[in-house]
């Protein structure tokens, strides 16, 4: 009995070793992911704070819509006519595609 419990300890030790082996494997293989998932996880909780809080989204739009032709106003404008451009782009490349 003392040689099986011998053997069963040793087994145990190994595959301890083992797990810590790859715990820190796959540490180093996540390690890359981590910023980027970070941004990526920031932007799902913005997007939940928007559905949570859907009035203060259109306060926020209604005033930049509001706002006079000043910097800002021109540059939502560029933006909107760079989206634009965008996906009539996009579209184009589609149609080639298929």
């Known amino acids: 009995m003392n040689t099986r419990l011998a053997a069963i300890s040793r087994r145990r030790t190994e595959l301890v070793a083992r797990a810590e ?3 820190e494997e ?6 890359r992911w981590h910023t980027p ?16 809080h859907p009035l203060a989204v259109a306060i926020g739009v209604a005033l930049l819509l509001r706002i006079p032709g000043g910097r800002l106003g021109l ?10 451009l ?13």
């Open 37 to 52: 998932l970070t941004f990526v996880d920031r932007g799902f909780a913005l997007v939940c704070s928007f559905r949570t």
């Open 21 to 23: 082996a790859q715990r």
């Open 75 to 84: 540059w939502i404008e560029r933006l909107w006519s760079g989206w634009r």
């Open 86 to 98: 965008y996906q009539s782009v996009r579209a184009l490349g589609a149609k080639e595609r298929v």
């Open 26 to 31: 796959i540490g180093r293989l996540t390690h």
